[in-house]
């Protein structure tokens, strides 16, 4: 059964950083993109971020763009997301997202991703 471990969230103030870590098991990690979403109280779940399968192609939504930043190490199976100067808005549910077929990029739609996460809480507050 596939598995993605998502870890990292926390309490931080406001123009503070996290690095969220989520962990790939069970699969191939190594030839699936991937996609972190999130999700704030009374929202529906929103696009991040995303990367395909090699570490060279990214895809960002534009409210994100220059604060956030996504990677991943294929041997380790795991993906981050950087996340820099954080503002209370950024306070969510942070869920990590394996895009659905192998050796093709995914973006924002939401049925691009086939597995995910249990999400991990990051909250934004003085």
Do not use: H
């Not at 931080?12 to 999700?39: D, E, H, K, T």
């Not at 996504?70 to 394996?98: F, H, V, W």
């Amino acid at each position: 059964q596939v598995q993605l471990v998502e870890s990292g969230g926390g309490l931080v103030q406001p123009g503070g950083s996290l690095r969220l870590s989520c962990v790939a098991s069970n699969y191939a990690f190594s030839i699936y993109p991937m996609g972190w979403f999130r999700r704030a109280p009374g929202k529906e779940r929103e696009f991040v971020a995303s990367i395909d399968w090699r570490d060279s192609s990214t895809n960002y939504a534009d409210s994100l763009k220059g604060r956030f930043t996504i990677s991943r190490d294929n041997g380790k199976s795991t993906m981050y997301l950087q996340m820099n100067n954080l503002r209370p808005e950024d306070t969510a549910a942070y869920y990590c997202a394996r895009g659905n077929r192998r050796f093709t990029p995914v973006g924002p739609a939401v049925n691009e991703y086939d597995y995910w996460g249990q999400g991990t809480q990051v909250t934004v507050s003085s």
